[in-house]
């Protein structure tokens, strides 16, 4: 049930259908039935055309595409299988170290390392091989969420745990990490170390230390990658070539190449020439042909055919990329802005970065 699909116009129309005849039976009885039932009957009627309102909006930005994803957008709960570093102990007798055909997805709590951050939980996709190979180590794949957002998101409407599990059945098998990139939902950092929040330097000496130090993770750049949607698409690409030697490949889908940030970039950065050379070595299409020699991760960059701005600045980061040497891929899918775009742009994104990994394993 959980599985159901709230998406598909069937469902949409079966909600409107019921919230219709929830309003039918308000008039038509008006008078005749008593008093608290006809309270109830049309309180139900203003419930069933909200729910059905709510998800003719939900179908367009594709957020929460199953009936468990709503549940657990509603209870701060998902409808995965969370698990507890505890459970991976090999003293463990839970359940937990039994075999996972579809994977599993651990809560992982994060402490803060002096990143001054705040301590945090990432939500990580462990592939079935995970608990079938315990001797075997894994690469790792970090994906950030956007601005409104959270790391559930990516379990929700990205469907990241399906994508995962479609290339470890392909026998690819990669850990989606889905670290806290913000304090709350509404709250956009835009992953730079600014005045107010060190959002680069909680993922750089938080999150990845307390992975590779908890998980089997396959050490080594070329294991290691980064990847985001929206905002976290301009996080992705801005931490991955400002940390070249840390991240072999970048995933980019649908990010702008400057930060932007609600309250206007003051407040993120300050005032003065300092703020305005933070703001600089933050804009990836600004300081990307300065960053002379080194380590080239490769780039897959991914975006909406109608997401105009964005767009814009997609192609024209790609021409930057390519004219300084980097392997560099363009991805233009019919689409705007909403999940609609990033479900499939990750699904054949993570299979690109998966089989590229196998096959340098291999070499």
Do not use: K
Request: glycine fraction near 12%; include cysteine; charged fraction near 15%.
């Amino acid at each position: 049930m959980s599985g159901l699909s709230v998406l598909s116009g069937g469902f949409i129309g079966a909600l409107f259908a019921a919230a219709t005849a929830a309003w039918v039976a308000v008039t038509r009885t008006f008078g005749r039935w008593p008093r608290p039932t006809r309270v109830v009957i049309f309180f139900l009627a203003i419930m069933l055309t909200i729910a059905a309102a709510a998800d003719v909006v939900n179908a367009y930005f594709s957020y929460l595409p199953r009936l468990g994803d709503v549940v657990g957008a509603a209870t701060e709960g998902g409808s995965d299988v969370r698990l507890r570093t505890a459970d991976l102990r090999p003293s463990a007798t839970s359940a937990a170290l039994r075999s996972h055909p579809h994977g599993a997805v651990l809560a992982l709590p994060v402490p803060d390392r002096d990143s001054g951050f705040g301590a945090t939980t990432a939500l990580v996709y462990l592939p079935p091989q995970y608990f079938d190979r315990p001797q075997s180590h894994f690469p790792v794949l970090y994906l950030i969420h956007g601005s409104p957002g959270i790391p559930a998101d990516w379990l929700r409407g990205g469907q990241a745990a399906d994508a995962g599990d479609r290339v470890a059945s392909a026998g690819h098998p990669v850990i989606i990490v889905m670290p806290r990139m913000s304090h709350g939902w509404l709250d956009d950092p835009e992953c730079v170390d600014g005045v107010g929040e060190h959002v680069e330097t909680h993922l750089l000496r938080d999150v990845i230390p307390t992975v590779e130090s908890t998980l089997r993770v396959e050490p080594g750049w070329t294991n290691r990658g980064i990847a985001g949607m929206s905002a976290g698409g301009y996080c992705a690409l801005n931490i991955g070539l400002r940390n070249r030697s840390v991240f072999g490949s970048i995933i980019d889908m649908s990010g702008l190449t400057r930060p932007t940030h609600a309250g206007g970039l003051r407040s993120l950065f300050g005032a003065g020439p300092q703020a305005q050379a933070a703001e600089i070595a933050n804009s990836p299409d600004l300081y990307v042909g300065g960053l002379g020699p080194g380590p080239r991760p490769q780039i897959w960059l991914d975006v909406g055919r109608h997401d105009h701005t964005v767009a814009i600045a997609i192609y024209h980061m790609h021409d930057l990329l390519d004219a300084n040497g980097y392997p560099v891929q363009l991805h233009v899918r019919s689409g705007v802005h909403t999940f609609t775009v990033w479900r499939p742009a990750f699904r054949d994104a993570l299979s690109w970065f998966a089989d590229d990994v196998a096959r340098v394993s291999a070499a």
